[in-house]
């Protein structure tokens, strides 16, 4: 599946999903967010592990404002970035974002629709939308909080303050820096190679206890247990290892 807006491919043990708009620094647009959909039908039809980058140096360097100036209390309302951002996040399998260079406002807001964000020194993310006279209104405002905790969301979401890579590896928004987006991309494709190694259906499973409400919790973690301790799949995984341990 191949697009002007978004490039996908099938990497085998994931997806990777490639922003490529270089000439506006994948700034997105309603192409993109038509295109994010398309995959997130697909994903979750087909559950795969996606690994998310932006071409030419950039992750995304916001919305399109040409795009963005022109909408409407009624657009806004609409949630067109937000209920995008929101099926990313909410996709079976982990979502893996490389982040390098410019990754502002809806770009950091995608960013922040990952399980696991993967940064290089070349970034630079936060959320400067108050400067145009709009919020952040795709995730940031609840998000980062999750992510980073109160201080600096606040920070970044009240004064616009935009980290370094640096800055934001020890806010741990991303868990990993490197150097460059070739080596970002090595950790991120290591990263999908180690979950296409587990049982899908207790990774799918993983995820959804994660992201439940802690009111949810111990419930929600035993039924799912439940489940997998009834799957052949379980049997199978565990007879292996006792195998091999005692071959030892």
């Not at 916001?62 to 970035?81: H, S, V, W, Y």
């Not at 998000?143 to 905790?149: D, K, S």
Request: glycine residues 10%; neutral net charge; hydrophobic residues 50%.
């Amino acid at each position: 599946m191949t697009g002007a807006a978004l490039r996908v491919e099938d990497r085998g043990d994931f997806v990777l999903a490639t922003l490529d708009r270089p000439e506006k620094r994948n700034a997105i647009d309603l192409a993109v967010i038509d295109a994010l959909h398309e995959l997130c039908a697909s994903l979750e039809a087909h559950p795969r592990t996606l690994v998310l980058r932006g071409a030419g140096g950039a992750f995304a360097a916001g919305a399109d404002i040409a795009q963005l100036r022109e909408r409407t209390a009624a657009d806004a309302r609409a949630g067109i970035n937000t209920r995008a951002f929101m099926r990313v996040h909410a996709l079976p399998m982990p979502v893996i974002a490389v982040l390098e260079g410019h990754t502002l406002g809806g770009g950091a807001e995608l960013a922040y629709s990952a399980d696991i964000r993967i940064g290089t020194q070349s970034l630079t993310i936060g959320n400067p939308e108050p400067g145009l006279g709009i919020i952040a209104a795709a995730g940031a405002s609840w998000r980062l909080r999750e992510i980073a905790g109160e201080g600096i969301a606040a920070e970044m979401v009240l004064t616009g303050r935009i980290l370094s890579g640096d800055e934001a590896f020890a806010a741990g928004i991303v868990t990993h820096l490197h150097a460059d987006g070739d080596a970002a991309f090595a950790t991120a494709v290591a990263i999908a190679k180690r979950v296409a190694a587990l049982d899908p259906a207790a990774v799918q499973a993983s995820k959804r206890v994660l992201g439940a409400p802690r009111s949810a919790h111990p419930q929600v973690d035993l039924t799912e247990q439940a489940i997998l301790f009834d799957s052949p799949e379980k049997h199978r995984r565990m007879t292996a290892f006792l195998e091999r341990k005692q071959q030892r």
